[in-house]
C-alpha cells in the first residue's frame, strides 16, 4: 500500500488548510486511517484517526478545530484543518493500517505563521 499525502502549505494564524491522503496499491480492506505530526525537535503524536465504521479520535490540541474524514470508495483520507495556530506547524503524515501491517506516507509540511 502506498499512500500520497498531499494540501499542506503556508497559512497564517486562525486560517484553514485540507489535508487530503490518497491509498494506492493491493487494498483490500484498509481500517484505520489516520493523521499523525512531527514538529521540529519533537516526537511524532497523534492528531486524529479514523476507523472503517465511522468512529473518530482525537489529540485534545486539536479537538473542536479539526475534522478527519475519509471516502472508503476512494481509499481517501482527510483532515480539515481549522483556527490554526503557530503550534500546529509540523510535518503531516498519513497512516493507514490493514489488517496487521502500519502503512505511513511520506508527509506533507504544515506551516502557520504570520
Known amino acids: 500500500v502506498q499512500l500520497q499525502a498531499s494540501g499542506g502549505g503556508l497559512v497564517r494564524p486562525g486560517g484553514s488548510l485540507r489535508l487530503s491522503c490518497a491509498a494506492s496499491?493491493?487494498?483490500?480492506?484498509?481500517?484505520?486511517m489516520g493523521w499523525y505530526r512531527q514538529a521540529p525537535g519533537r516526537q511524532r503524536e497523534l492528531v486524529a484517526v479514523m476507523g472503517n465504521g465511522g468512529s473518530t479520535g482525537y489529540a485534545d490540541s486539536v479537538k473542536g478545530r479539526f475534522t478527519i474524514s475519509r471516502d472508503n470508495a476512494k481509499n481517501m483520507v482527510y483532515l480539515q484543518m481549522n483556527s490554526l495556530k503557530p503550534e500546529d506547524t509540523a510535518v503531516y503524515y498519513c497512516k493507514v493500517v490493514q489488517g496487521l501491517v502500519d502503512y505511513w506516507g511520506k508527509g506533507t509540511l504544515v506551516t502557520v505563521s504570520s
Open positions: 496499491g493491493s487494498i483490500f480492506r484498509l481500517n484505520v
